[in-house]
């Protein structure tokens, strides 16, 4: 972000810089206020690089440990093309994270700290295969969510560092 700002005002002690458009577009994609979608809508007109929107996105994700950011962006999304008919080339990757996260939720739905589940019996709950509780939970693991033991499948208790306002 500060290497994205540019310089306003600068004194022996501090400097200013100004926030680029494409992180006020992220802050206000995240801030849920009001009038955000309808300032979103604005700053899409500026021609944002959304290249370098969606390379911020991957690094909040690492940052934060988790893609639960990301599902508060997509709801924005949505709505500034409910609100405004805007739709942007965010829009795919910014979906993929959020079905991403919600298989994975879906599957620590049904996990507890104590107990630990098998793939089959947490499959049957699902209603899905084998194949896909490996890869929801290959998902969670990979942020420590969720652990394998001798038993089964359990919820690590971790949440990722992002929390909504």
């Known amino acids: ?12 002690d501090f400097s200013v810089g100004l926030v680029s ?7 206000k994609a995240v801030a849920e ?9 604005t700053l899409v007109q500026t021609d944002l690089d959304f290249d370098v929107i969606e390379s911020e996105l991957e690094r ?29 080339p965010l829009d795919d990757a910014v979906h993929e994270y959020y079905l991403r996260y919600m298989k994975g939720h ?10 630990p589940k098998s793939v089959s019996e947490l499959a049957t709950e699902l209603s899905v295969s084998d194949e896909e509780v490996e890869r929801r939970y290959a998902y969670l693991e990979q942020y420590g969510f969720a652990e394998r033991t001798s038993e089964g499948i359990r919820d690590t208790g971790k949440h990722d560092e992002f929390t909504r306002s």
């Open 106 to 115: 879906e599957l620590r739905m049904q996990l507890e700290e104590d107990t």
């Open 21 to 27: 458009f494409e992180d006020i577009f992220l802050f």
């Open 33 to 41: 206020r009001p009038d955000d979608i309808g300032d979103m809508a």
């Open 60 to 88: 909040q994700v690492k940052l934060l440990g988790g893609e639960f950011f990301v599902t508060v962006v997509s709801e924005s999304l949505e709505r500034l093309d409910e609100n405004e008919g805007i739709q942007t």
């Open 1 to 12: 972000m500060q290497a994205r700002s540019k310089p306003f005002l600068s004194e022996e």
